[in-house]
């Protein structure tokens, strides 16, 4: 393992959010749990820890990178592996990935199988771009901040169940498969990781109709998180009608699930 930050002659970059995965272990149980034989979309591929067994195995490989320098790298390494020609390396920021566009670009074969070492200033984010593309997408294994996997996994009345968890298993189902220590990386970052999968819903919990009244009922039911329905929906609506919707307004919105907060959502007049 490099020292500093420094691997294979490339040196971390903290505007990227770069931390290069390097346990051979870890590589391993990831690799286990994406699927074979699909074609994959890697988001950051780095030095190509992922990328190179990926290649191998699936014989294609389109990686997302918006850092130059990696990607000259990168191509020297794929190049002296003979892996230049099962590997297709682009230069973009995933958080403008169109994956219709680059369906087309690459002659992909839809559904597709979306992998990455997320940086943990843009997950968020970009899983929920993903997700409003998830017609392209089979599946998707990220590696994420422990404290986000923890979020997205969670279901109602846990403590990190929240507006994020609301809105991304209204349109997939999240498992958190295992966890990732620091020391797993070069430079080890100064959080624990987890690798999530991520499986977009045949047909989402929310219809694509209601869908903006429910992400705005949503975010203000968790508005803030001590408060109840009553108190956090009041500029939205009266406790009288949250209890025609069959919901108790005492309630936090930390309580409720999925179809509950749907039927909330209903009571908003349209916002299209």
Do not use: C, W
Not at 32 to 42: L, N, Q
Request: charged share 25%; hydrophobic share 45%; proline share 8%.
């Amino acid at each position: 393992m490099a020292r500093h930050g420094i691997q294979d002659g490339h040196r971390a970059r903290k505007r990227f959010g770069q931390n290069f995965l390097v346990d051979q272990g870890i590589i391993g149980r990831i690799l286990a749990a994406i699927p074979e034989g699909d074609e994959i979309v890697e988001i950051g591929p780095g030095l190509g820890a992922m990328t190179l067994p990926l290649a191998r195995r699936t014989g294609r490989v389109v990686a997302i990178e918006l850092d130059r320098d990696v990607i000259r790298h990168l191509r020297v390494t794929l190049d002296a592996a003979s892996l230049g020609r099962q590997v297709s390396l682009v230069p973009q920021d995933a958080l403008r990935l169109d994956l219709a566009a680059l369906v087309e670009a690459e002659g992909l074969h839809p559904p597709l199988t979306v992998v990455g070492n997320l940086p943990y200033n843009i997950a968020t984010a970009l899983i929920t771009r993903l997700l409003e593309q998830s017609t392209f997408i089979g599946e998707m294994v990220f590696m994420v901040q422990k404290e986000v996997a923890k979020r997205l996994a969670a279901e109602p009345n846990d403590s990190a169940y929240g507006r994020l968890s609301v809105l991304v298993n209204a349109r997939a189902r999240v498992e958190h498969l295992f966890d990732v220590p620091p020391e797993a990386f070069n430079p080890p970052p100064k959080v624990d990781s987890s690798i999530i999968r991520i499986t977009p819903r045949a047909e989402p919990l929310v219809p694509p109709a209601d869908q903006a009244r429910f992400e705005r009922l949503v975010t203000a039911a968790f508005a803030q998180r001590r408060k109840t329905l009553r108190n956090n929906l009041k500029p939205l609506m009266p406790a009288s009608t949250i209890e025609a919707s069959g919901i108790d307004p005492s309630l936090r919105a930390q309580a409720l699930d999925i179809p509950a907060f749907l039927a909330l959502a209903r009571q908003l007049e349209s916002t299209d």
